[in-house]
């Protein structure tokens, strides 16, 4: 308090450092009277005082006193005027500042200091104009335009930065304005300064994929120049603007597989049916394209710099799941870069290969095996790690292969003592992955196992270890596999505290000890009357025979085929068996359900790459899952579904992050991944029944998450249908609530206090948002269908007359279809025209769960052509929701989710001209 005087009469002079720091613990008290405040923001206004220091001060006074944060903030934009660099420094700490929502200014204001007379000021305007302040589109797009033709570079590529930021927000839905400035940044790629072409290339690339995303006719026509665009600038002269041109092409979503074959041919490979179809002036144009591709991605993984290396590997990352055939080309150049001398560029081919796996598109050859497992002893442990990862997960072709991977495996693990836990857990994940591959292992090395467990001093050596782990890991979850010799479950548990670690992802060690006992066993029903002399083990090579049977455990073929005989004839076995194996089931799937909820906290924290890697590799290991029982699958059905579900979920909730300087997010890329959630979680809530109260309060809180992000988001024509959808689900939330007395989750709350305030600052109600435990109760049921259509394929079509209908033989098979299920034969054709036929489940006859039955549907207007081709598919009416978006005559009322694949049915037209 005594402090307050002498700053009033001292404020002419300069103040000292000693008295900045006494104001400042005035500041960041909390019982700091106003009056004191109040003087204190005086002194510091002054025109002499305004400093950096005073800035910061200011910025202070505005986070710990938050009645004084429109003062503080009107002080910091009057500095903002200023033609030094304390404009920059004013500016910046607005930024600091924590509001609830962007920052507003009116026009007049920004518009002042974007014309303001403090180049960097004007600089750092235009460039966070984008990202920090909430001015209106159609001004904040103009003044950024025009600004990119000033006479200074910094404040063109600045312009362009903010186009960035802008393109992120979504606020566009003028087609023409998003070409005219996707065009403008074209011109810039041919500036003189290297600054304004980087950000002119990321304003191609985002603003480019907002064009595409703009037009679903021409989405591949504009994706593919976008392409061609952004493969030309990959030999600018400058390194920084080759980088960001890879940067931008590992955000392409669709691109023709002849362009990317192209992009790694360095010669224009010309498609000659293609260039049949078009007309001379396209040709030219398809073949200018051609050339800016031709070579791009091997420029630059054959570049000096290893930060273009890097990015081009990077690229590759999203690339490879465009085409199989690409992936399959793309791959030799990949191995190429494993032995590169830079260790960021090994990594990240490497974790481009990982990516590849995860989505199906690594196909390992022999001609590969060499380059490829020769990371195992690499001198860099990251390097080894990210090799062992994608063994992980990768499917091996042959013996040989599986053979190769298990020596490196071991020449790893001698050479690298470090690595023994996560060797420990790649040898698991081969075995549980190749299962057919494990009998021979088996044959090949129980000699010296047992030799090893009977007094030699090799008893504790890695190398026994690691083949116990790969022959108790192919059995896991029930799956026969007789040609494991019981005793080596017996010698697993003497290492039980060793290997533990390679089964951690999966089971807790009292599940793997039960496990292991319980396949320690020999089979009670084995038969004693079989001798065995030294020598004689014989065991089955392959895959589905009947295990032998001896003194150590394995089963003889002719016993063990009378043993499947008689298990046959014992029903109350088998039903016993299944129970058995459901339990299982449902504890693995709890056990990886039970991961998510806590990768949410890493995921706030902003490090989705590696909660997204997790999440796919449960995903996964739930699709190698294979169990006998129906039960058994409906079960992993849903766990994979719900797993997927939460990829997308955090896929999404990037765009809740703050920027990190990583790769921006263009509104055609949200706006997908929020459909195609949408989508998943409807199928969820749709095709399993059965659901306990809280099993279905967890999914509905998906569901209202989900629409919540869409209206946060997106600016769409169908706020009003999103908006009466989410009322719907927390109606629904609500009555659950109500009906089992359990207290709602903070995120709940908020959201319904803002339904209640017709508010649509949904943001406030995501911050609480976190994912919760999903207990999997094991009653569910998986709704599906299966249709097939006999004798017809492209080379067998169906005969018509256009003009007049078709008949379309199908044979159906429903496995759990309840009577309450309204079920719809949905036909489509390219031209986007689409029928319904309705199934009414009460003609077709049918008892149990899986019902089959024939049904010829009636296809009426089929087109005027030589031929076509007709897309059939078994839907189910989304009912769970009480609003009807869809009014169609004759057709659905509410939304579909397909119960099986989509099948082709050709015709051709028998009419004789």
């Known amino acids: 308090m005594d402090d307050t005087p002498q700053l009033q009469s001292n404020s002419e002079q300069p103040l000292t450092l000693h008295t900045l720091s006494s104001i400042r613990s005035l500041l960041i008290n909390p019982s700091t009277p106003k009056p ?56 910046a700490s607005i930024s600091e500042l924590s509001f609830p929502d962007s920052f507003e200014l009116d026009d007049g204001r920004f518009v002042s200091l974007c014309f ?52 992120e927000r979504g606020d566009f839905n003028d087609v023409s304005m998003v070409k005219g400035c996707y065009q403008r940044a074209l011109q810039l790629l041919t500036d003189m300064e290297d600054c304004v072409r980087i950000s002119a290339v990321r304003v191609v690339a985002s603003w480019g994929l907002m064009l595409s995303a703009s037009n679903a006719d021409m989405k591949a026509y504009w994706c593919n120049e976008v392409f061609a665009k952004l493969c030309s600038m990959v030999r600018d002269m400058s390194m920084k603007v080759r980088v960001e041109a890879f940067n931008g092409l590992a955000k392409m979503e669709i691109v023709s597989k002849d362009f990317l074959l192209q992009s790694l041919s360095k010669r224009v490979l010309r498609n000659e049916k293609q260039m049949e179809a078009m007309d001379q002036s396209t040709s030219e144009q398809f073949v200018t394209l051609a050339t800016s591709v031709a070579g791009a991605l091997v420029h630059g993984l054959e570049e000096e710099f290893f930060e273009v290396r890097k990015s081009a590997c990077q690229s590759l990352h999203t690339l490879t799941i465009l085409s199989v055939e690409f992936a399959r080309e793309a791959l030799d150049l990949l191995m190429d870069m494993l032995n590169d001398d830079s260790v960021v560029v090994r990594l990240q081919a490497l974790e481009t290969m990982h990516h590849m796996a995860i989505n199906g598109c690594l196909k390992l050859q022999e001609k590969h095996l060499h380059m490829f497992l020769g990371a195992l002893v690499d001198n860099c442990r990251e390097v080894r790690c990210a090799e062992r990862k994608i063994l992980k997960i990768v499917k091996l072709n042959d013996l040989a292969m599986f053979k190769s991977s298990i020596d490196r495996l071991m020449e790893n693990l001698d050479s690298y003592l470090q690595d023994e836990a996560d060797v420990f857990s790649a040898f698991s994940h081969l075995g549980r992955n190749h299962k057919k591959f494990v009998g021979y292992i088996v044959k090949e090395t129980f000699e010296e196992v047992e030799a090893a467990f009977e007094g030699n001093d090799e008893f504790k050596s890695a190398r026994i270890a690691a083949l116990l782990i790969i022959s108790i890991s192919a059995p896991l979850f029930n799956e026969y596999l007789g040609v494991i010799p019981p005793v080596l479950f017996s010698y697993a548990v003497t290492l039980l505290d060793r290997i533990y670690d390679a089964f951690s992802d999966i089971m807790d060690k009292d599940a793997l000890l039960a496990y292991l006992c319980e396949k320690s066993r020999p089979p009670s029903y084995s038969a004693p009357n079989i001798s065995h002399s030294e020598g004689e083990q014989q065991l089955p090579l392959i895959e589905g025979d009947t295990p032998n049977c001896a003194s150590n455990g ?57 909660v997204l890697r997790s999440l796919r590799c449960l995903k996964e290991e739930l699709s190698t899952m294979k169990f006998d029982s129906l039960g058994s699958h409906d079960a992993l059905a849903f766990a994979l579904l719900y797993i997927r579900i939460i990829i997308l979920l955090v896929e999404v909730w990037e765009h809740l992050l703050p920027a990190k300087g990583s790769r921006s997010h263009g509104m055609g890329e949200l706006e997908f991944k929020l459909g195609k959630l949408d989508r998943r979680i409807k199928e969820l809530m749709s095709t399993f029944v059965g659901f306990s109260a809280e099993e279905e309060l967890n999914m509905l809180e998906l569901i209202l998450v989900t629409y919540a992000l869409r209206l946060c988001k ?17 109606s629904c939330v609500e009555s659950i609530l109500k009906e089992r007395s359990v207290l709602p989750s903070n995120f709940v709350v908020e959201l319904g206090k803002l339904l209640h305030e017709c508010s649509l600052q949904f943001d406030r109600c995501l911050k609480l ?70 199934l009414d489940l009460d003609n077709f006859i049918g008892t149990g769960d899986v019902k089959n039955f024939d049904f010829v549907a009636p296809f009426y207007r089929t087109p005027k052509s030589n031929s076509f081709t007709l897309k059939v598919c078994i839907s189910l009416e989304c009912l769970f929701e009480n609003v009807s978006p869809i009014q169609r005559y004759g057709g659905p009322k509410y939304e579909l989710v397909p119960l099986c694949k989509e099948k082709q049915v050709y015709y051709f037209n028998v009419n004789k001209d």
């Not at 800035?55 to 005027?81: V, W």
């Not at 499947?564 to 339990?583: D, F, G, I, N, R």
């Not at 299966?786 to 007049?804: Q, T």
């Open 36 to 91: 004191t405040l109040s003087s204190i923001l005086q002194t510091l206004t002054r025109s002499s005082q305004l400093t950096h220091h005073t800035l910061n001060l200011l910025t202070d006074l505005a986070i710990h006193h938050p009645s004084f944060s429109q003062l503080a903030l009107d002080s910091l934009l009057t500095a903002t005027e200023s033609p030094t660099r304390l404009a920059v420094d004013s500016l």
């Open 116 to 167: 303001g007379p403090s180049i960097p000021g004007r600089i750092w305007m235009l460039k966070n104009a984008g990202y920090l302040f909430k001015v209106r589109p159609a001004l904040l797009f103009t003044v950024l335009l025009g600004f990119t033709k000033d006479p200074y570079p910094y404040v063109r590529a600045a312009s362009l930065e903010g186009l960035v930021g802008l393109s």
């Open 554 to 610: 394995v089963i003889d073929s002719e016993v063990g085929s009378q043993i499947m005989k008689e298990q046959k004839e014992l029903p109350s076995y088998q039903v016993e068996q299944h129970q058995s194996e459901y339990s299982e089931v449902t504890k693995f799937v709890n056990f990886i359900l039970a991961k998510c909820p806590d990768m949410w906290q890493t995921i706030e924290t902003g490090l989705t790459n590696e």
């Open 714 to 730: 997106l600016e769409t024509i169908c706020v009003n249908l999103t908006f009466k959808r989410l009322t719907s689900i927390y």
């Open 769 to 838: 948002f976190s994912l919760k435990k999903f207990v999997f109760h094991g009653t569910v049921k998986h709704l599906k269908a299966e249709l097939s259509i006999s004798n017809n394929d492209s080379l067998h079509p169906f005969p018509f007359v256009s003009g007049l209908p078709v008949s379309i033989p199908c044979k159906i098979k429903l496995h759990n279809i309840i009577s309450n299920c309204k079920l719809w034969l949905r036909m489509s054709l390219d031209d986007g025209l689409v029928q319904y036929v309705f």
